[in-house]
């Protein structure tokens, strides 16, 4: 069983930066992506950015491309989503999801596992 752990989140000022944390374990696949995705209050889940496992490629949805940057580090078993320039706008549940393969997509109907969530609050 896949899990997901996500950390970092909190509250920021606007302008601020964080940088949150996704412990992956129990996987199996050789090749797996791993996405980041948010949800507001009274909106729909949107995709963030995605990585590969094996290659570290990258996909970032439109609007989140600029201050958003995803990265992992395998031998940590770690994926990281650095924001900068944050707006209240960017506050959210920020979730962390699973999908087995190497198609690099934000869309959270293909991932399978997904971690708790954490908060990410901007506001001053």
């Known amino acids: 069983q896949v899990q997901l752990v996500e950390s970092g989140g909190g509250l920021v000022q606007p302008g601020g930066s964080l940088r949150l944390s996704c412990v992956v374990s129990?996987?199996?696949?050789?090749?797996?992506?791993i996405g980041w995705f948010r949800q507001a209050p009274g909106k729909e889940c949107e995709g963030v950015a995605s990585i590969s496992n094996r290659l570290g490629l990258t996909t970032y949805a439109d609007s989140m491309k600029g201050r958003f940057t995803i990265s992992r580090d395998n031998a940590k078993n770690t994926v990281y989503l650095q924001m900068t320039s944050l707006k209240p706008e960017d506050t959210a549940v920020y979730y962390c999801?699973?999908?087995?393969?190497?198609?690099?997509?934000?869309?959270?109907?293909?991932?399978?596992?997904w971690g708790q969530g954490t908060q990410v609050t901007v506001s001053s």
């Open positions: 129990g996987f199996t696949q050789d090749y797996y992506v």
């Open positions: 999801a699973y999908k087995s393969g190497s198609r690099l997509v934000v869309f959270e109907y293909e991932y399978q596992y």
